[in-house]
């Protein structure tokens, strides 16, 4: 599989460009405080909001915006942030026929202080996420079996993601791999990451290699097909068959909340219809314009704005 990376990724499968996200769907619950309090004291907050996240949602929601026919694939509670991260991701086209609600789990949530001076706090109660098993791979496999391109990041259990790599079959989806939060992967069958996308913090701790060429290289070497680095502002760099840079999109930066989700949806999308480097230059305008806006799913972009940036490079 690895090889046709590089190409037009290789076989032709029934439903082009349908991409399938396992992952996790979070509400994130921010509360805005002018500063943060000390244990036991009480502050007033300015404002308490609630937005969809978790990266498993946002890249779905990614991916659909630029053009994706997508399947989420996850769990929530039966409780209203569920009800509200699944609206919101059909709001944005994402089929979750195939979401379960976890019978003894509340939606995953992220609770977020942030301070007047944008300092902020943040804890995860993973939930219903954390109910993403070997069970529910088995009755979700085969249709998953039948996307073009399956996108995976590491908010739901690590067993699982292992699990499910090891059950794809031979004419399996192209794997992208987003390692984020960072953990141990190495139990991984990593021969079956078609392509990994760490950013450079990532990379370093997925290695204990701090050197960026250096720590894809060993990945490789392990396993991995094709690493592609985000590296922000300086946009991406591509370890595999071949090594190369893929310079950024000059934007003028609001927030970069979201850049790597944006980022990984986008390339799930253009993996699917162009070669790697092309994939990744989209990829990397995607990314560019979801720091142009604040916020997580708000700030993804859509397909005629990614399209728009690009035209507007090749005329510069
Ligand atoms: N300041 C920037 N200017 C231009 N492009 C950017 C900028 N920041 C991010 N991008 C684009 O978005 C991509 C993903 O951003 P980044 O490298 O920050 O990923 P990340 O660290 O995984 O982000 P996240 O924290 O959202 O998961 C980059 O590879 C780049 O193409
Ligand atoms: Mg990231």
Same mark, same amino acid.
């Given at each position: 599989?690895?090889? *046709?990376?590089?190409? /037009? ?45 978790? $990266? ?18 996850? $769990? ?18 994402? *089929?979750?026929?195939? @979401? ?12 977020? !202080?942030?301070?007047? /001076? ?6 995860? @109660? ?6 993403? *098993? ?14 073009? @391109? ?27 791999? *987003? ?26 701790? #997925? ?12 990945? #490789? ?7 592609? &680095? ?7 760099? &591509? ?53 142009? $806006? ?7 972009? !859509? ?10 490079? $090749?005329?510069?």
């Amino acid at each position: 599989m690895g090889d *046709d990376v590089g190409g /037009t990724c290789g076989r032709e499968r029934k439903g082009r460009g349908m991409i399938a996200v396992v992952g996790s769907a979070n509400m994130d619950v921010v509360t805005e405080v002018v500063r943060m309090p000390h244990p036991g004291e009480t502050v007033a907050g300015r404002a308490l909001r609630h937005y969809p996240g978790g $990266k498993g949602a946002n890249q779905a929601v990614a991916a659909a915006r630029v053009g994706g026919s997508v399947s989420f694939y996850g $769990k929530v509670g039966r409780d209203a942030y569920g009800e509200r991260l699944l609206d919101a991701m059909r709001a944005d086209g994402v *089929d979750v026929a195939g @979401v379960e609600i976890a019978p003894d789990a509340a939606t995953g949530t992220a609770s977020i !202080w942030v301070e007047d /001076t944008g300092e902020n706090a943040i804890a995860c @109660v993973p939930g219903a996420n954390g109910a993403v *098993d070997r069970a529910y791979v088995d009755r979700v496999l085969a249709r998953i079996a039948g996307a073009r @391109v399956l996108l995976l990041q590491l908010e739901i259990p690590l067993e699982t993601i292992g699990y499910l790599l090891d059950r794809l079959p031979r004419e399996r989806p192209l794997v992208v791999l *987003d390692p984020a939060p960072a953990r141990d992967i190495s139990r991984l069958r990593l021969s079956r990451i078609d392509v990994l996308t760490p950013n450079e913090t990532e990379l370093h701790s #997925l290695t204990g290699i701090s050197d960026t060429a250096r720590a894809a290289r060993s990945l #490789l070497a392990d396993g991995v097909r094709t690493v592609v &680095c985000k590296a922000g502002e300086r946009g991406a760099f &591509c370890f595999g068959v071949a090594t190369y840079h893929v310079p950024p999109f000059h934007v003028q930066v609001v927030d970069t909340t979201a850049a790597g989700d944006a980022f990984n949806g986008a390339l799930a999308v253009a993996l699917a219809d162009r070669p790697l480097e092309q994939a990744i230059r989209f990829a990397n305008a995607a990314g560019a314009l979801a720091t142009t $806006k604040p916020g997580a799913q708000p700030s993804l972009p !859509w397909r005629a704005e990614v399209e728009g940036l690009l035209a507007l490079e $090749k005329r510069a």
